[in-house]
Structure formats: C-alpha cells, structure tokens
C-alpha cells in the first residue's frame, strides 16, 4: 500500500477515483512507494517513452485522489477537450513563447498552498541525451522539492521515490533523477 501524506494535495472524486482503481486493476498496474508530506512539489514523471507513460501516471493520480497540474501542447486544449482537460489540472503550452509558461506556473506555485506540477524531465518521448532544465528551473526558483515518479512496464508499477531537493547544481540533481529512473523499465527501453 503506498503511504501519502496529510499535507500532499488531494481532489475527492470518487468517480475518477473508481475510474483510476478499475483501469489499473484491469490492466494488472500496482502503485508502490511514499509521497512525502509536502503541499507543493514538482512530479518528476520517467522513464517517458510512451504516450501510455501519461495514461498509467493519470489513472494512479485519480486512483490515490491526488490534484495534480500537468503541461501539454496548447492544440490539445481545444473543443470538445479544452475544459475536460483543464479540469483534470492540464496547463496548454505554446512552445513559441515558453516564457510565459514559466511565469504562470511559479506563479501557481506562489500564489497557492498547495500546488503540484507533474512534469516528464526528458520534455518528449523521444531519446535525450540529456533532461531538459526546465523542471529542475522550476523546483528551484519555486523552492520546492522534486518527487520522482518511475513508470515500470516491465513490473507494471508506478512507484513514488524520495524527494530530491533542488540544488545550485543541476547536473547533479539531474544525475540522481537520471540514476532512479535507471532500475525502471520503459515502454520502448531503446528511448531512453
């Protein structure tokens, strides 16, 4: 059973509650580990390879209750999709003017007690060679802790790792990020 603590954000729904819990039970996913008891974080979500990486991470948010803001491509929010989306905490980006993203969200951060950003590191399902800054730019200014979240197909598990508290020194915080993920297993292994 994985421990969540009291002050870790939460929207009562039992809908979506009874969505996430029969989605995961059919498809054999368990969800392992400790969210630490902070109001805001930063959800670090890996290996990312897959759009399923995205399904399995939504399906165990709305299983464990928990509220949770995610970015996607600004052409997704769009009619019929765009209030469903933004319901389910979704943030449109335009990658044309990134700068803009990065305000509203420190200022979600800021201007709420509670607040949790879940972000894929890699920025694509694509291989990179390295992560991209942006998630660790964002823990840092908001001073907020990063919490891994691994996705494992070869397990089916979503597990919750140990804060990592965002330091000066990228590479190394990226290092830690990068040394977590490496005990998971992705969708496409050969992407990440």
Known sequence: MIEIGPNVPRRRNRFLRFIGNSVLRIAGWK???????????VLSGGPHTSNW?????LMSCWSLELEVHWVGKHTIFRWPF????????GIPVNRANPG????????GFNN????????APEGTRRKVKRFKPGF???????????IPAGVDFGKK???FGPPIIASTDYQADSDKLRSYYSGFTPRYPDQF
């Open 31 to 41: 969800i392992t580990g400790r969210i630490a008891d902070e109001s805001r974080f």
């Open 82 to 89: 765009k209030r469903l989306f933004r319901y389910f905490g």
């Open 112 to 119: 709420n007690e509670a607040f949790v950003l879940a972000l």
């Open 100 to 107: 803009v993203l990065f305000r509203d969200i420190l200022n």
């Open 136 to 146: 660790h730019r964002i823990a840092l200014k908001a001073g907020v802790p990063i």
């Open 53 to 57: 990486d995205f399904i399995f991470a």
């Open 157 to 159: 598990a979503l597990e």
